[in-house]
């Protein structure tokens, strides 16, 4: 079946630094990648969509310049946490759209992000 | 707006009985999918099962099965025999059209499903 395969797993960085967390579908080309964040004990929340060859899509709240999405090709979707400060510490998910439309989200493994 | 609603925080269920966690949606959209989605401790989301919304036959998976009522925009889902191993979050989900045509997931709050041995 589809594999987004999502690292690191865990990172740990200091305030004012950048994080970039990859998701890279393995067996499938993904031309949309959704990426979510989860608060503890929380739903998962949409904040944007990326798509290859063009711009991310942000969910209004967002902020466009602290959390950079690029889709450079149809296997590789990147997040970076830009200036990272400790409220940006979560667990982010991407996921990617089915290839069929009766198929469920295939969905990366998280990233557990503190900042310190 | 298309919004899931989970109304149950959290459920218990003895090992080997049978539990249901309810769902429901509103839409006006007339062709859909509705999902369930588990996120055990580890936090990988796993898909449960799917329903499309054009057939009426309620889908099942081995002991998962959701009743499905259109009418009333319900998407229950039915554990059977339950494990110690389906201990998890479940969340409900809708695919909704955006209106640029694409299309994304809306989560449901999840249920925190405990199984007591």
């Known amino acids: 079946g589809a594999v987004v395969s999502q690292h690191p797993s865990r990172v740990i960085c200091k305030s004012g630094t950048s994080v970039k967390i990859e998701c890279r579908s393995l067996?499938?080309?993904?031309?949309?990648m959704f990426w979510y964040r989860q608060f503890p004990k929380q739903s998962l929340m949409l904040m944007a969509t990326?798509?290859?060859?063009?711009?991310?899509?942000?969910e209004q709240g967002v902020e466009k310049d602290k959390f950079l999405i690029n889709h450079a090709s149809l296997t590789l979707s990147t997040l970076t946490v830009t200036s990272a400060h400790p409220e940006d510490s979560s667990f982010y998910i991407c996921?990617?759209?089915?290839?069929?439309?009766?198929?469920?989200?295939?969905f990366g493994s998280g990233t557990r992000l503190t900042v310190v | 707006a298309q919004t899931v609603t989970q109304s149950q925080p959290e459920m218990s269920v003895q090992e080997a009985e049978t539990v249901t966690l309810s769902c429901t949606y509103d839409?006006?959209?007339?062709?859909?999918?509705l999902f369930w989605y588990k996120q055990p401790p580890s936090r990988q989301m796993i898909l449960v099962i799917r329903?499309?919304?054009?057939?009426?036959q309620n889908a099942t998976e081995n002991r998962f099965s959701v009743n499905f009522q259109k009418a009333a925009k319900s998407f229950s889902l039915k554990i059977s025999d339950s494990q110690l191993g389906d201990a998890a979050m479940y969340f409900c989900?809708?695919?909704?059209?955006?209106?640029?045509?694409?299309?994304?997931?809306?989560f449901g709050k999840g249920t925190k499903l405990t199984v007591n041995p």
């Open positions: 996921s990617a759209p089915p290839a069929l439309k009766n198929y469920g989200y295939t």
């Open positions: 067996d499938f080309q993904a031309t949309t």
């Open positions: 990326s798509n290859e060859g063009s711009k991310a899509t942000y």
């Open positions: 839409t006006s959209e007339s062709d859909y999918y």
């Open positions: 329903q499309e919304a054009y057939k009426q």
């Open positions: 989900a809708y695919r909704r059209r955006t209106q640029g045509g694409s299309e994304k997931l809306v």
